[in-house]
């Protein structure tokens, strides 16, 4: 009498159903297994004690000063303008810049392309996205917008970098 109540209390318990036998499957194939028959355990009171149910902690952004704003881009006023050498397999200047943001953040970011034209005092706008070879580096600069100049003679991504596309030369004129 106890066996038919197990049963209908934990499903895994009870025995597996035999499939309707059908002449194309053959008798030992029929059965219908599930993966585990023993179910999930619960936490014991210990484990909870412990601290298992904690929540997952959220992640941290990648580019902090325009995710607390909500801006994808931002303005800023350049400091100081250097140079930072890479992390260990990697060797190189990385062009930097010291950037004051309009939210009032000090921020340092990467200047990409080769050479540039941005000083002390040069307005600048700001995307996020790291520079994954330069610790602490987490900003870009936007090629082409406000004072920072697009790079020059560039043929290839010239959208990345700001670039117009080139004039052809006319032959006839």
Known sequence: MAAPLFRSLWPSLARPQMAPMST???????????????PAPNATLNQVLRGCRKPQRARHAVSPALSSTLCPQQKGVCLKVGITRPKKPNSGERKTARIRLSSGRMITAY????????????????RGGRSQDCPGVRY????GALDLAGVSSRMSSRSK???????KASVGS
């Open 111 to 126: 200047i990409p392309g080769e050479g540039h034209n941005i000083q002390q005092h040069s307005v600048v706008l700001v």
């Open 24 to 38: 194309t499957i053959p008798s030992r194939l029929a059965v219908s297994r599930s993966f585990s028959t023993t």
């Open 140 to 143: 870009h600069l936007v090629r």
């Open 161 to 167: 970098y700001g670039t117009k596309k080139p004039k």
